[in-house]
């Protein structure tokens, strides 16, 4: 089953690739690998903004995480020049959680975009990842990740 076909089965269907918000490049490719620029939380309705510990809950932050995972998706797609089934796996992620000086969930809120990469991907959805506080993010978005995806 394709990537794309997986997606669809979940319910998810890939947004255009963001453009980004400044003077930056979405992806670079090097080699068989691609870096993301960060994808900040947005979905249809638009920016997902907020503060896990003050105005956000875990399970609010998973949700955000999970829209950045699917944006970092339609990224790769784009540099894979629209083909996602190039996609060989998931390198490693970057979460950034808007968060408290004393929310320390913040692995449990990047969960959210890496158990909708292993649900989307299986074993090529598995990664490497760190999931890091910031005392605010662009825009007030509540969580930006960050990837390296290898292609083929």
Not at 7 to 36: M, R
Not at 42 to 61: P, Q, R, W
Not at 84 to 106: C, H, M
Request: charged share 20%.
């Amino acid at each position: 089953m394709s990537i794309e076909a997986r997606l669809e089965s979940l319910g998810v269907t890939l947004p255009d690739a963001p453009a980004p918000a400044a003077n930056y490049v979405p992806f670079v490719v090097v080699g068989p690998l691609v870096h993301v620029s960060g994808q900040i939380s947005s979905d249809e309705s638009g920016l997902i903004t907020g503060k896990l510990g003050d105005t956000m809950d875990v399970a609010a932050g998973a949700a955000a995480a999970r829209r950045c995972a699917i944006s970092l998706l339609a990224q790769v797609r784009a540099a894979c020049d629209g083909d996602l089934d190039r996609l060989a796996r998931v390198v490693k992620l970057t979460g950034f959680v808007n968060s408290t000086a004393e929310f320390t969930d913040q692995p449990k809120v990047i969960n959210g975009a890496s158990d909708f990469l292993v649900e989307a991907l299986g074993d090529a959805g598995r990664h490497a990842r760190s999931a890091v506080s910031a005392a605010s993010l662009p825009l007030g978005v509540a969580v930006e990740i960050e990837g390296i995806f290898e292609i083929r």
